[in-house]
């Protein structure tokens, strides 16, 4: 299996939460046409969730931690924690 870093982040919000979930895997050379109907950019991860469409893995982490706020949240209510963190997430975007 290979690995994918972006829908990996949003696996990792759902296991931190332990949100129950489901994970759909398709080609991502061969993508198929339904994929595009949920997310126009063609790429993973995109979430469905309760019949709403979801997807750039910062925005479904975000969103997710907002929805489901317990057993903790992951952002940081403090401005320059949560600075941090978003730098730490940027350069994971650079070094995959
Ligand atoms: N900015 C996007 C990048 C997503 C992304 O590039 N995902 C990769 C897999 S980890 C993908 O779908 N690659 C297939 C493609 O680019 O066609 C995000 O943060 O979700």
Same mark, same amino acid.
């Given at each position: 299996?290979?690995?994918?870093p972006y829908?990996q982040k949003?696996?990792l919000?759902l296991?931190?939460?332990?949100?129950?979930?489901?994970?759909?895997?398709h080609?991502?050379v061969t993508?198929?046409?339904?994929?595009? %109907?949920?997310?126009?950019?063609?790429k993973?991860? !995109?979430?469905?969730? +309760?019949?709403? $469409? =979801?997807?750039?893995s910062?925005i479904?982490a975000?969103?997710?931690?907002?929805?489901?706020?317990?057993? %903790?949240l992951?952002?940081?209510?403090?401005?320059? !924690?949560?600075?941090? +963190?978003?730098? $730490? =997430?940027?350069?994971?975007?650079v070094?995959?």
């Amino acid at each position: 299996m290979k690995f994918y870093p972006y829908a990996q982040k949003t696996t990792l919000v759902l296991a931190a939460k332990k949100i129950l979930n489901k994970v759909v895997n398709h080609n991502l050379v061969t993508k198929p046409d339904w994929f595009f %109907y949920r997310n126009p950019l063609g790429k993973v991860p !995109c979430l469905e969730f +309760d019949g709403k $469409l =979801i997807f750039e893995s910062l925005i479904t982490a975000n969103y997710l931690d907002e929805v489901y706020p317990s057993p %903790y949240l992951l952002n940081s209510t403090d401005p320059f !924690c949560k600075a941090q +963190d978003r730098i $730490l =997430i940027e350069m994971s975007n650079v070094f995959p």
